[in-house]
C-alpha cells in the first residue's frame, strides 16, 4: 500500500509542475497586451526558452538522481519552481519574464526523470504502464488548475497577480514529499541484482544511442507532442482573438476538458497498453501510434468546425493527445539498465521538450505573425493546422520503432542477465 502512497504523492508534485507551468497558456493574451509582445515573443517565452533549459539541465539532474536521493532532488526542484512561477509576477519586461521562466524550467527538469525512476522501483514491470498513467494524471490535472485559477485570478486580480496565487502553494508541498517518501533500493522490482555503479559519461551516451528503437520513438514522441503543444498552448489565445471569449470563460472551459479529457485518455493509454502488451510487447508502441494518429483528424475538425462540434473535437482530440505519453515512459524502463532509466527518462524528455513545448509554440507564433497580414485574426487557425505535419512524421517514426523493440528488449534482457544466463544466451536460437 505505500507504494501507491507514494504513487500519490508523485501525482500531486507533477500536478503542482504542470499547474506552474500551463498557468502561463491562459495568460498570454494579457502579457501581450501589457507588455506589448509579439506572437513571436510569446511563443518563445511559453515554449523555447523554457524547454531549452528545462532539456538541457534535465541530463545533469537525471545522473544526479541515477546515483543520489531522488526524494530529495524532487523536494529541492519542487521549491525552485514554485518560487519561481511566483517571481514570474514581479516581471516588468520581457527579460525579466525570460529569466523569471528559466529558473521555473530549471527546477522542474528535477521532477520526472527521478520520478520516473522511483515508480520504476516501487511497481513491477508488468503493472508501470497503468502506474506511469496514474502518475501522468498530473498533466491533465495541473493543467486543469492552471488553466481555471489563472484565467479566474487573471479576470479579477491581473495576471501576476494569478502568477503568484499558483506558485507559492508548491514550498509546502515540496515539505510534506521530503518528510513522508521513503528512498527505495534501486532495481528491488527487477530480477536481475542491482548493477554496478554509475557509467562514464562517454559510455552512457554510446549506450543510449545504440537503440535504435529508443531514438526513434523519443523522436517520435517530440513530433507528436509539437503538433500536440502549439494546438494546447495557441487554443485559449484562438478562442479569445476568433470568438472573443474572456479569460476566465477560455480557462474554465479549456481547464474542465484538458482535466477530463485528459485524465480520460492517460489511463486508458496506460491501462491498455498494461493489458495488450502481456501478449506482445509492441502494443507499448502502437497505442500511441494510434493515438497520436487519431489525434490528427479531431485537432483538424476543431480547428475548422464552428458550433457544439467543435467543443465535442477538442474533447476528442484531448484524450487522444494524452494517451500516448505513459506506454513510452514504461518501455523505456524496460529497455534501459537500472543505473541508465533516470538518465535515458531525460533524454526521451529532451527529445519531448525541444521538438515538442520548445519548437511547437514557438514555430505557431512566428507563423502566426508572418500570415497576420493575409488572414487577418484567422491566422491562428491557419498556424495550427500547418503544425500537424509533425505528428503525422511522428507516427510514422513510432511505427518503426515497433519493428525494433523485440529484438532490442532481447538484447537488454540478455545484458541484465547473470553471467551463466548470458552464456547459456550465447548458444540458444536467437529471435527472428
Known sequence: MYSWYVLAMLVAVYSFNWMDRYVLVILLQPIKQDLRLSDGELGLLSGFA????????????????DRGSRRSLISLGMVVWSAMTAVSGLARNFAQLIAARVGVALGESACSPAASSLIADYFPSHRRATAFAIYGL???????????IGGWASEHYGWRSALMLVGLPGVLMAVI???????????????????????SLPDTVRTLLACKCFLAYGAGLGLCSLSGNAFETWTPVYLMRLYHMGSSAVGAWTGTVEGVGGILGTLAGGVLADRLGRHDERWYLWIPALSAGAMVPSMYLFLHTNGTGMFVFYFVTVVFAGAYMAPLIAITQRLMPVRLRAQATALVYLLLNLIGPGAGPLLAGLLNDALAGRYGGEAVRVSLTLTLSGAVAGVALIVYAARLLPRELATAAAASAPPVAQSCALISPTLP
Do not use: K
Open 50 to 65: 523554457f524547454a531549452l533549459v528545462y532539456s538541457l539541465a534535465g541530463v545533469p539532474i537525471a545522473r544526479w538522481a
Open 138 to 148: 498530473g498533466i491533465s490535472i495541473g493543467m486543469a488548475m492552471g488553466l481555471s
Open 177 to 199: 514529499v521530503r518528510v513522508t517518501v521513503r528512498e527505495p533500493v534501486r532495481g528491488q522490482q527487477d530480477a536481475s541484482a542491482e548493477e554496478p555503479g554509475l557509467q
